[in-house]
């Protein structure tokens, strides 16, 4: 582990964090290699964060992330998958490294399928990497960033089509671990993954793509976070936007009373219309929606790695599957895609 890397790590945590430490020294010198220094020089000071995390299971976690067999270096990967895919041959069975990744759960984002353990994950997170791959612009050679990427399963995707490096934010740290366990396995240090919010990042105009998917319903301030995503965006880079919408024109927005499809954290709706409005008064331009479908229960359902806990079924009207059980309209989502000026 570098001194530069020690110096962002509590001296209680270096031990834990040294395979975390090593992933993302790995990132920052793919970066400094690759000709965009400015992107490690910017990163270095975010790192800092790590001294503030602060969760009762953070530890039991990290202990697990560190247990996990070494990966083979003659491993097979493919990132270009609807599962991430490693295979090869390991110091332990399929079974052992399943009870490990099983201590990780619940897997939300995926799918993942690790030296022949499948991860079947709440999402079928490919059936949106599928809604949008063929419209955004080519990945080749791209620096991207992903707002609230989880655990990862889309930076895997967006190396699979070819960006240079993918740079996650997330502030789960359930997520963090299990995004680490992945990229161990894989052994690749071209994505990385930071545990902050958009906003809690010192924002630079650094990446070609930056992609907000599934997080603009969960601000209570939805302009504020279209405006921190510009500011992470070179001039022409190009913004991919996931979110919930509603059906209506130009004025309609839903603000639930208290929760939309059992979740509390639900603070604006807007009609695809009106969030075109936002975009171009922000100063994007160029914006045009490319998809627009309702959830499916085939993307969206309980499996064995979330210990079947609740999912999109059990928050729909049994009565009337076009409702939430508040009596909303169902979720309909909507892919819009713009650029920076």
Known sequence: MSSEMAATIRIDQQENLNLIADQINGFLQHAKTSGHSDLETWMRPQLSIFNQLNHGHWP??????NALPTPDPLAKVQLDQPAIQTSGELSVTSTELENQLQQLSPWRKGPFSLYGVDIDTEWRSDFKWDRLKDHIADLDGRIVLDVGTGSGYHLWRMLGAGAKLALGIEPTLAFIAQFHAVAHLLANQQATILPVTLEQLDRAPLFDTVFSMG?????????????????CLRPGGELVLETLVIDGDGQQVLTPYDRYAAMRNIWFIPSVPLLMIWLKRLGYDNIRLVNQEP?????????HWTDFRQSLVDFLDPDDLSKTVEGYPAP???ILLANKT
């Open 215 to 231: 997080v603009l319903y969960h601000r209570r301030d939805p302009l504020g976070h279209l405006r921190e995503l510009s500011e």
């Open 60 to 65: 039991e976690w990290l202990t697990t992330v």
């Open 332 to 334: 309909l989502r909507a």
């Open 295 to 303: 959830t499916s229960l085939e993307e969206q359902r309980a499996t």
